[in-house]
């Protein structure tokens, strides 16, 4: 894993839903060991380091375009560094550290055949380039996302996916329930996902019950981001190990129980 730290400049900060921003950066480094992959994500930090929060903020890639030599980031406002980073502007600038962790092997997950994406609120943020990456690869995934009430950023998704599903806890849009009621792992020969715990762990047992491999992109508090400080150690079947560096993706029977 190869990470970089440097200055970038805010080309536009949006707002799409109450708590929910997306961030475009300029991103022109030319060297491939930096171009982002899907699944990875980048520390951001804008304020001193005399400033609150201590730590800078883990935020996965949303999309990445070479040609445009544009980074998309989308974040919910949360805390006090989310908070500071959803009052930049264009022509501020912050600090990145990145691209981090392991992501998706999306050459790998094409090849396996029939591809669900499967995620769960803010948990749809790395399935953009996800998706992205598979549909280059020759694969249009199908899409299944779950929200509390109204979607947000599913119109990007469109030219890379073969269907979309969404579901609503509030019944607002599409299905009423969750997103596990309407995913069906038998009609696939790989489930990708990302979002809440629960969520997550919800898919893999469908997944599990009908022979289906699952993998599933994991959030934890980080320090670091480079598995220096092993703040963001899990324990999984196979020994500890560190969402920032050896995850954040990872086989997700390592990482959940059937039970």
Not at 141 to 160: H, I, K, M, T
Request: with cysteine.
């Amino acid at each position: 894993m190869s990470a970089t730290n440097c200055k970038v400049g805010v080309l536009a900060q949006e707002t799409l839903a109450a708590d929910i921003r997306r961030l475009t950066v300029a991103w022109t480094d030319p060297r491939p060991e930096y171009r982002p992959r899907a699944g990875q994500f980048f520390m951001l930090r804008s304020w001193s380091a005399a400033e609150t929060p201590v730590l800078s903020r883990p935020i996965s890639v949303h999309d990445a375009d070479a040609e445009a030599g544009t980074l998309t980031f989308l974040y919910q406002v949360k805390g006090e560094g989310t908070q500071k980073l959803a009052a930049l502007r264009p022509g501020d600038t912050l600090s990145l550290t990145g691209p981090c962790g392991n992501g998706f092997d999306t050459a790998a997950a094409a090849a396996a055949g029939r591809v669900a994406v499967v995620g769960g609120g803010i948990g749809v943020a790395p399935l953009l380039l996800l998706c992205k990456e598979l549909a280059a690869a020759g694969c249009r995934p199908e899409l299944y996302v779950g929200f509390r009430d109204e979607p947000y950023a599913l119109e990007d998704f469109l030219p890379y996916c073969g269907a979309i599903s969404v579901a609503t806890d509030s019944g607002a849009v599409g299905y009423h329930g969750l997103v596990t009621g309407i995913l069906h792992p038998e009609n696939f020969d790989l489930v990708l996902t990302c979002g809440p715990n629960v969520m997550m762990q919800g898919v893999y047992r469908l997944c599990a019950a009908a022979g289906v491999p699952c993998l599933a992109s994991l959030e934890r508090r980080m320090a670091c981001g480079l598995g220096a400080c092993l703040g963001c150690t899990c324990h999984t079947k196979v020994g500890p190990r560190t969402v920032c560096q050896d995850g954040p993706v990872f086989k997700a029977e390592e990482v959940f129980d059937l039970a």
